[in-house]
């Protein structure tokens, strides 16, 4: 029998590198061979070798409505009929920054790009014209996209500047980037004295999603968004995942504070490619053509891609959306928990909203110094005895794990029963 994703993984190897469009879905870190998708439907996908998968990986992040949602396949119906893209203004256009104004309490105005990457990389140009500073401050184990001057891991010391994860990455691209530990708040006040009047933003995911999911401790983002104030330094929050996924108004409903800038993306696009940064108008009027900072973009707010985000967000709207995936995720995560105690593997959940990760560690995972205490050949082999029972989870130890609107009390159940067979097979 099969198979037909081996097959295609070899014809992929010869005309694209790693036979992927984006390296993580190569499988490098769990090893094996990547499943090639055929379709997808409500919570399941099925590959080429028609096997298919309770899904937990909802495209990265995209998916909160499931595969091929009736209201999103609608609108992209009757839309494709009336063309896919004129390089000038729509109606709907101006729907989706509206509905994206309205949810995000940081948000006055929003510039729509074609990804997450764009929004990232627009938002820190932008900081840096508005602040006349150089200096950009991230965190250890974020991921914000593959901008150059973003493109830095942990450095190892406490504020030293950062050296590129990438060749190709010029290292003045990143010279000017600082990373530090995450809800590490006195380490960002010490370099922020130590660059005074130097650091035009500090970016960070509100919610850590790069790492595994990752939580900021209680304040840590009250104590960030004072400290940049005090120091002039705009604070960007990265809501590409979190945005309208934790609530309909991203982690800064959430947890109560506001940013200077926001950068959105995946659920925003309901599946199709889609990006945006947006904030108070007073800074994103420096945007051309009303401001000096230019960005542009031949497929800017897409007609397909807007329709999607359109429907996607009126669904998220109605009554209850958030409260229904928060419930389904933490009986999941309830029945993950027990489940790897039976085994006797020592794991840490860390969850929020319907955003989770299974960390194979006995420490608490409060950053990415503390997430890499995870055995991640465990985590493969975890992944791999899902997988063979048809459930599909990140292929990586640092990635989170997505549930949608789609999933049901059933997914989970059998979620939770092959869960149970997963961690005994791990056990040794
Ligand atoms: C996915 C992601 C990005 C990059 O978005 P792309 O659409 O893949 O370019 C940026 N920031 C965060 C937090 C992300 O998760």
């Known amino acids: 029998m099969k198979d037909r994703s081996q097959e295609l993984f070899a014809r992929a190897q010869k005309r694209i590198p790693g036979g992927v469009n984006s390296p993580v879905r190569a499988f490098r870190s769990v090893g094996g061979v990547p499943r090639f998708i055929q379709s997808g439907k409500g ?82 140009r932008l900081a840096r014209a508005f602040t006349g500073r150089n200096k950009i401050i991230k965190f250890d184990g974020c991921y914000h996209g593959h901008v150059d001057s973003l493109l830095v891991k942990a ?41 005074r009047s130097e650091v035009a933003a500090v970016i960070i995911e509100p919610v850590a999603g790069n790492m595994g999911t990752v939580l900021p401790a209680r304040g840590f983002l009250q104590r960030l968004r004072k400290l940049t104030r005090e120091h002039g330094t705009l604070l960007i929050f990265d809501e590409v995942i979190t945005g309208f996924r934790l609530l309909y108004g991203g982690a800064q409903s959430l947890l109560k504070v506001k940013p200077d800038l926001t950068c959105l993306g995946k659920v925003i696009g309901g599946g199709l490619p889609v990006g945006a940064y947006g904030g108070l108008r007073s800074i994103m009027k420096w945007v051309a053509p009303e401001g000096q900072v230019y960005q542009a973009g031949t497929l800017s707010g897409n007609p397909l891609a807007v329709s999607a985000g359109i429907a996607a967000l009126e669904r998220l709207r109605a009554e209850g959306a ?5 419930d389904l995720t933490d009986s999941l995560v309830a029945g ?54 048809g459930v599909y989870f990140p292929p990586s130890q640092f990635e989170t794990c997505f549930l949608s609107l789609a999933h049901t009390k059933k997914d989970i159940k059998a979620t939770i029963a092959m869960a149970r067979e997963a961690f005994k097979e791990v056990a040794d």
């Not at 070798?49 to 396949?73: E, K, M, Q």
């Not at 794991?347 to 929020?352: G, L």
């Open 43 to 124: 919570s399941r996908v099925t590959d080429a070798d028609g096997n298919t998968y309770i899904d937990y990986l909802g495209s990265w992040g995209p998916l909160i409505l499931g595969h091929a949602p009736a209201p999103v396949v609608g609108a992209l119906r009757r839309q494709i009929g009336l063309g896919t893209s004129y390089g000038a203004p729509t109606e709907n256009e101006v729907v989706l920054a509206e509905m994206i104004a309205a949810a995000v309490p940081s948000i006055q105005m929003v510039r729509l790009v074609n990804s997450g990457t764009e929004a990232t990389m627009s938002a820190i």
């Open 155 to 195: 450095g190892s010391g406490v504020a030293t500047l950062g050296l590129p994860d990438s060749p190709g990455v010029q290292p003045q691209d990143c010279s000017s980037t600082i990373s530090v530990p995450y809800n590490d708040i006195d380490t960002v006040s010490k370099v922020l004295d130590l660059n």
């Open 322 to 326: 958030y409260s229904k995936l928060a």
């Open 336 to 389: 993950l928990k027990q489940a790897a105690e039976e085994a006797d593997v020592p794991v840490r959940i860390n969850s929020i909203g319907s955003m989770f990760t299974v960390f194979f560690t006995e420490a608490e995972v409060s950053d990415f110094q503390t997430a890499k205490t995870a055995d991640t050949e465990r985590y493969s082999r975890f992944f791999h005895a899902l997988l063979r029972r």
